[in-house]
């Protein structure tokens, strides 16, 4: 694929596709086997859009537990 997502893992393919990051913008991937993993695609993001947006996305990666 051009737009690099068969060099990332599913959920970094997923976040990228949701926030519009080029995934060929990664030149030195972090995650498993040298692929592009959840972390280099939010470092990317952070980089490129405004905090709030990183912050909804960990938001969504990390739910909080709902008190009882």
Do not use: C, W, Y
């Amino acid at each position: 694929p051009t737009n690099g997502a068969g060099n990332a893992t599913p959920v970094a393919s997923r976040m990228a596709a949701e926030n519009n990051v080029d995934l060929n913008a990664i030149k030195e991937p972090t995650g498993p086997a040298g692929k592009i993993g959840k972390q280099d695609v939010t470092s990317q993001i952070s980089q490129t859009q405004p905090a709030t947006a990183v912050q909804k996305q960990q938001e969504k990666a990390a739910p909080v537990a709902k008190p009882a």
